[in-house]
């Protein structure tokens, strides 16, 4: 299973289990979800009128210490499977995964 996706040009991505209403947005770590590698991904909104999207990819950003406009909502608007997509290269966000201790196996 591949992990990190291809969106858009010049943008990768991954696709993130969600646990909505949460007592608080956290990262759970790796996790496989629907036939696909998935980082899981504890949301404190409820999924309600967009809400827990908001959320995911606002603590997104802030997790990977990125800008709110560079995370976005791919795929999965409905679903506890989302899609999210990432204005960055490829290495840095894997970079990232690594300084966060989140281990990437393929």
Partial sequence: MKFFIPTVPNEIGFYVQT???A???????????QGHL???VAVASPPVDNKA??????????YFDL???AVSLVKGHTSRLKLLSFRIQEEILSQKFKE???IIVQ
């Fill in 100 to 102: 966060k201790g989140l």
């Fill in 53 to 62: 999207n908001n959320t995911l990819v606002r603590y997104m950003a802030d």
């Fill in 19 to 21: 646990v909505p209403n």
């Fill in 67 to 69: 800008s709110k406009t």
């Fill in 38 to 40: 998935t980082l899981k």
């Fill in 23 to 33: 007592s608080q947005s956290r990262t759970i770590g790796m996790s496989e979800y």
